[in-house]
């Protein structure tokens, strides 16, 4: 791989990155602008590592790829936490995972794979903010109704 292509594939990854967590910045997520940059970075070059070396040694390219996926997983259980009955940033731990996804697309050289990726995350954070919260406000109108009639019978 050329210093040009590995330079496009990890610039592809830190646009993207830029991108999903300007967003989840935006939103004051305790995984921000800098976090989700530095994951698709992180995810991109430990690809772009295994690709250099199967290309120059032999191997296996998804052993890597497996490895980041269990590392991610770990720092997303991180951002979780749960208070009292309720359990927050399980939105921004599955961003995480996903961007880790799009710094690996990206270190393939799959260019419009990541911006297609890039525009499902926003998609999903952005469009569904709303429908999330009509759902949430029909659910409280009717537990609050079930529940009324139940405490009348």
């Known amino acids: ?24 910045e ?20 430990y690809v772009l590592l295994s690709i250099m070396i199967t290309d120059a040694k032999g191997g296996d390219v998804s052993r890597i790829i497996g490895q980041v996926v269990t590392g991610i997983g770990f720092l997303g259980g991180g951002i979780i936490f749960k208070e009292g009955v ?17 710094g690996a697309l ?11 990726g890039t ?15 009509f759902i949430h406000s029909l659910s409280r109108k009717y537990e609050t109704k079930s529940h009324s009639s139940y405490e009348d019978d």
């Open 106 to 116: 990206a270190a393939g050289g799959f260019f419009y794979e990541t911006l297609l």
């Open 86 to 102: 309720s359990v927050r940033g399980l939105t921004t731990a599955a961003t995480v995972w996903c961007s880790s996804a799009i």
């Open 26 to 45: 935006w939103r004051s997520k305790s995984a921000g602008l800098r976090t989700i940059t530095l994951v698709t970075i992180g995810a991109s070059l």
């Open 119 to 133: 525009l499902a995350i926003l998609a999903v954070n952005i469009i569904l903010v709303p429908m999330n919260d």
């Open 1 to 24: 791989m050329s210093t040009l292509d590995f330079a496009l594939r990890l610039l592809a990854a830190i646009g993207a990155g830029f991108i999903i967590g300007f967003e989840r």
